[in-house]
């Protein structure tokens, strides 16, 4: 199976900059398209960007132009690079990880990240 790591979540100010990590690791190999997705209280989860393995990306119209999402060489790990944030990004983000070989997505345990004004 695939089991999914997420590092970098925490408590920023508005406008401040966050960096988000998830690491793939167990049956690795032949992953498809990765991503992150976010959840605030009472709502939702939704989009926030994803990338196919020929580095195509996928942005919810929100954060376009603020985050930037990529990956590793070996595809096992995405990034969320997360700037001028604001408090409305407030949320639980998730790490989203398609398996080619188990034809199955699979998800981190979410972190929160938290934005002051």
């Known amino acids: 199976q695939v089991q999914l790591v997420e590092s970098g979540g925490g408590l920023v100010q508005a406008g401040g900059s966050l960096r988000l990590s998830c690491s793939a690791s167990?049956?690795?190999?032949?992953?498809?398209?990765m991503g992150w997705y976010r959840q605030a209280p009472g709502k939702e989860r939704d989009l926030v960007a994803t990338?196919?393995?020929?580095?195509?990306?996928n942005y919810a119209d929100s954060v376009k132009g603020r985050f930037t999402i990529s990956r590793d060489n070996a595809q096992n790990t995405v990034y969320l690079q997360m700037n001028n944030l604001k408090p409305e990004d407030k949320a639980v983000y998730y790490c989203k990880a398609d398996s080619r070989v188990f034809a199955r997505n699979y998800w981190g345990q979410g972190t929160q990240v938290t934005v002051s004004s």
């Open positions: 167990g049956i690795i190999i032949r992953l498809g398209a």
């Open positions: 990338i196919t393995t020929n580095g195509d990306t």
